[in-house]
C-alpha cells in the first residue's frame, strides 16, 4: 500500500480543514487506518485511527470531539476533518495503514506511511 496525504495549510485559530489520504493497491480496504501528527521537537504521535470497515474509530483525548477521521473504500481514500483547530495543533500530519486487525495507537504497528502535510494553526 502507497499513501499520499493532502490538504495542509495555515488556518486561523478556532478554523477548520480537511485532510485526506489517497492509497493506491487493492488491499487498502482491509487495511485500517490511522492518522499521526509530529510538531517541531517532538515526538510523533496518535491522531486517529479507523478500521477497515469503518465500523471503529478511536481518537486521541487532545482531539476528541473536534476531529473526525473518515475512509471511503471505493474510492481507496481516507480523510480527517479537523474542527475548532488550536495552535497546538500544529504539525506534521501522516496517515498510516496497518495490516493489523485491532486498532492499534502505537506509531510502530503502522507499516504504511504517507509523506506527510503540514498543517500551521495561526492563534
Known amino acids: 500500500v502507497q499513501l499520499q496525504a493532502s490538504g495542509g495549510g495555515l488556518v486561523q485559530a478556532g478554523g477548520s480543514l480537511r485532510l485526506s489520504c489517497a492509497a493506491s493497491g487493492r488491499t487498502f480496504s482491509s487495511y485500517s487506518m490511522g492518522w499521526f501528527r509530529q510538531a517541531p521537537g517532538k515526538e510523533r504521535e496518535f491522531v486517529a485511527v479507523i478500521s477497515w470497515s469503518g465500523g471503529s474509530t478511536y481518537y486521541a483525548d487532545s482531539v476528541k470531539g473536534r476531529f473526525t477521521i473518515s475512509r471511503d473504500n471505493s474510492k481507496n481514500t481516507g480523510n480527517l476533518q479537523m474542527n475548532s483547530l488550536k495552535p497546538e495543533d500544529t504539525a506534521v500530519y501522516y496517515c498510516?495503514?496497518?495490516?493489523?486487525?485491532?486498532?492499534?495507537?502505537?506509531?510502530?504497528?503502522?507499516?504504511?506511511w504517507g509523506q506527510g502535510t503540514l498543517v500551521t494553526v495561526s492563534s
Open positions: 498510516a495503514s496497518t495490516q493489523r486487525p485491532r486498532i492499534e495507537t502505537m506509531k510502530s504497528s503502522y507499516a504504511y
